[in-house]
């Protein structure tokens, strides 16, 4: 009777474990070092901070450090809910790369940004509200 009962709560015990698995990447697990939102890529990592309408980028490397801005490349469009995607104009600091935002009468816009990076190339979609 024992062993039936430790058999039975084994089993429970490794399915509640496994059920645990990959939540180390959901959104906030990966800190962001200028106070934005960090979103995961597959060869870099992008945090975007959003102030008065202006939204800056930061590229970081998956260890955490800011990428030197001179390497990363950044290109991508906006769209409100009920308007066509407009393509965004950056330019380029020594810290970030920015962009302004159109709002239009939208309280809210996607960004579909496109980082190319030691010609390896990242997509990212970040929401932007007023």
Request: aromatic share 8%; glycine share 8%; charged share 25%.
């Amino acid at each position: 009777m024992k062993l039936k009962f430790f058999i039975i709560a084994s089993i429970f015990a490794s399915t509640g474990v496994l059920a645990h698995e990959g939540h180390d990447d959901i959104p906030g697990q990966i800190k962001a070092l200028h106070g934005g939102v960090v979103k995961s890529g597959k060869n870099i990592n992008m945090e975007m901070l959003v102030t008065n309408g202006s939204v800056q980028f930061y590229p970081l490397a998956h260890s955490g450090e800011d990428l030197k801005i001179s390497e990363v490349k950044l290109s991508g469009s906006s769209k409100t809910p009920k308007g066509k995607s407009e393509t965004l104009n950056f330019s380029s600091d020594a810290k970030s790369i920015s962009t302004k935002i159109n709002f239009k009468d939208a309280y809210r816009t996607d960004l579909e940004i496109k980082a190319q990076y030691k010609g390896k190339a990242d997509n990212f979609k970040f929401l932007v509200e007023k």
